[in-house]
């Protein structure tokens, strides 16, 4: 599966913030928040990101789908 620039700048910014909510995220990513709303939802159905407790983090496989 390829990563298109949003779920990028989404991966990017939980790998610097750990977890965060949506306006976290869309802020440290500079993205609208419901950008990043929807956009999370296709990255946990994949895997690569989860929550809890409303907070969003990377997996162990969203970490090893990070770009270099």
């Given at each position: 599966?390829?990563l ?12 610097e913030?750990?977890?965060g909510g ?8 500079g993205l609208p ?14 895997g ?5 407790d409303?907070?969003y983090?990377l ?10």
């Amino acid at each position: 599966m390829d990563l298109d620039d949003v779920s990028i700048k989404i991966l990017r910014a939980l790998s610097e913030i750990g977890e965060g909510g949506c306006g976290d995220i869309g802020k440290k990513a500079g993205l609208p928040t419901a950008k990043v709303m929807g956009k999370l939802r296709t990255l946990k159905k994949e895997g690569l990101v989860d929550s809890r407790d409303g907070k969003y983090f990377l997996t162990e496989k969203g970490k090893s789908k990070m770009p270099p």
